[in-house]
Nanobody
Framework: VQLQASGGGLVQAGGSLRLSCAAS????????VGWFRQAPGKEREFVAA????????RYSGSVKGRFTISRDNTKRTAYLQMNSLKPEDTAVYYC????????????WGQGTLVTVSS
C-alpha cells in the first residue's frame, strides 16, 4: 500500500484545512488509518484514527472537538478536517495505515506541512 498525504498549507489561527490521505497499490479497504503529526524539535504524536469501516474513531485530547477524521472507501481516501486551528497545530502531518488486528502502523505517507499563523 502506498499512501499520499496532501492538503497542507498556511492558514491563520481559527481557520480550517482538510487533509487527504489517498491509498494506491494492491490493497483492500480492510485497514485502519491514523493521522500523526510532528512539530519541529518534537516527537511524532498521535492525532486521530479511524477503523476500516469508519465505525470507530479516536482522537488525541488536544484536537478532540476541533478535528474530524473520516474515510471514503470507494475512493480509498481518508480525510482529516481541521477546524479552529491554533498555532500549536503547526506540524508535518502524516497518515499511516495498518491491517486489521495489527498494532503498529505499517505504511506511511510522505507528510504534508500545516502552518498556522497567529
Amino acid at each position: 500500500v502506498q499512501l499520499q498525504a496532501s492538503g497542507g498549507g498556511l492558514v491563520q489561527a481559527g481557520g480550517s484545512l482538510r487533509l487527504s490521505c489517498a491509498a494506491s497499490g494492491r490493497t483492500s479497504s480492510f485497514y485502519d488509518v491514523g493521522w500523526f503529526r510532528q512539530a519541529p524539535g518534537k516527537e511524532r504524536e498521535f492525532v486521530a484514527a479511524i477503523t476500516w469501516s469508519g465505525g470507530t474513531t479516536r482522537y488525541s485530547g488536544s484536537v478532540k472537538g476541533r478535528f474530524t477524521i473520516s474515510r471514503d472507501n470507494t475512493k480509498r481516501t481518508a480525510y482529516l478536517q481541521m477546524n479552529s486551528l491554533k498555532p500549536e497545530d503547526t506540524a508535518v502531518y502524516y497518515c499511516g495505515s495498518r491491517r486489521i488486528g495489527i498494532i503498529d502502523y505499517e505504511n506511511w505517507g510522505q507528510g504534508t506541512l500545516v502552518t498556522v499563523s497567529s
